[in-house]
């Protein structure tokens, strides 16, 4: 019986070549928008998920209370999250990043494009990147350490184990490598070829940065127990601040509370000052997501009006069934059938149209 009517169904389709063809076109051209639009929706809603504790990860921002104006910030200054972790033993973790722009050199090649930060040594412990060399809880510890990616790696020595190697910061400061970590994957608000212990500002400048409660430069990120409410600690903020700053801080004229912002949002709702990485828009994605929607629909809307449009001509054909022994249960699955073997030549069409696409795609999207 099936054979039979995937005899049919390929005879119908060669019969009515023209009209085969507009169907699995409409269907296959929907299908494949759909696809490219849903590969880009997921991808911006994929951001910085692959941490293993993505969801128990906040990043510490600032309302800044001006006499004018109210700015929302997304550094903090370099006590902050010391203080917070010394203030709410309830935070498992914090870690501080500061980016910079300095050469970085190996023997006589420099690198002045190197994506550069300064990180606690908690950055390794908070985030999952993947660990390839060296010791995740010590990387990061001792003064003119750094950490590589492994694209980076590859790039300043080529085929050479890079660990325990020597480098020059500026041509000032000389950093050894204690570990390669994988390149950091396209999903992730941070970016960065070499982080560089945290420890070597203290050991540089005695400190006189890091204790400096009004130089708002710094990205502070904490880590919190499973389960544990937010909204707990934004209670207990605003005496922390009271007791670190003083109880009169608001007098003054310029002040600030802090947020935290979850680590997952980041990408989507980056409506902050000094905001790092890629940004994208939460209001891109719902109209994305309704366009793809409103293609597919309309693609089947199409499909269904020429299936309709046809069906006068195919009257007789039926009827000339049901004469001769046909019941109604058979006739619909036969037509079924065909619906579905349209569909799925569309979606074979579709996979190969989204092959071709990709890399303008992703040229145009900016993606990967």
């Known amino acids: ?27 296959a051209i929907g299908i ?15 951001f910085d998920r692959f941490h293993a504790n993505a969801d128990r990860i906040y990043r510490v921002t600032e309302l800044l209370h001006l006499p004018t ?10 006590p902050m999250a010391p203080a917070l972790q010394r203030g709410f033993p309830e935070i498992v973790k914090t870690a501080r990043l500061s980016f910079s722009s300095r050469t970085i050199s190996y023997k006589d090649a420099k690198f002045p494009d190197t994506k550069m930060m300064y990180a606690d040594s908690a950055l390794l412990q908070i985030f999952s990147f993947a660990m390839i060399e060296g010791d995740r809880d010590k990387a990061l510890t001792e003064p003119y ?18 660990l ?21 994957p396209a999903n992730s608000h941070l970016q960065f070829d070499a982080a560089i212990s945290r420890a070597t500002i203290t050991a540089f400048l005695k400190g006189q940065v890091e204790d400096n409660w009004f130089n708002n430069g710094t990205y502070s990120y904490i880590l919190l127990p499973e389960g544990y409410n937010i909204t707990d600690l934004d209670a207990k903020i605003p ?23 979850p680590l997952t949002s980041i990408h989507l709702h980056a409506t902050s000052m000094y905001d790092i990485g890629a940004k994208g828009n939460i209001k891109y994605v719902y109209t994305f997501t309704l366009i793809a ?20 001509n195919r009257a007789k054909e039926l009827g000339m069934r049901k004469v001769v022994g046909a019941r109604k249960n058979q006739l619909a699955v036969q ?12 979606f074979v069409v579709a996979i190969a149209l989204v092959s071709a696409a990709l890399p303008s795609f992703n040229l145009l999207t900016e993606k990967h």
């Open 32 to 46: 494949s928008t759909c696809i490219l639009i849903s590969l880009f929706v997921l991808d911006e809603l994929s």
């Open 293 to 312: 929607a409103l293609v597919l629909l309309i693609a089947c809307a199409n499909y269904i009006n020429l299936a309709t449009a046809k069906s006068v």
């Open 69 to 78: 104006e109210i700015r929302h910030q997304t550094v903090t200054s370099p």
């Open 145 to 162: 350490s750094v950490v590589l990616t492994e694209r980076a790696a590859k790039k300043y020595f080529g085929n050479e184990d890079p």
């Open 335 to 346: 037509l079924l059938g065909e619906s579905c073997m349209i569909t799925l030549f569309a």
């Open 239 to 261: 005496a922390f601040l009271d007791k670190e700053m003083g109880a009169d801080r608001k007098t003054t004229g310029i002040w600030y509370d802090l947020l935290f912002q």
């Open 1 to 27: 019986m099936l054979q039979n009517y995937l005899k049919v169904a390929f005879r119908t389709f060669l019969k009515n070549r023209s009209f085969s063809l507009i169907n699995i076109a409409g269907l």
């Open 164 to 184: 325990n190697k020597i480098m020059a910061l500026s041509d000032t400061l000389t950093l050894t490598v204690t570990g390669v970590i994988q390149n950091i």
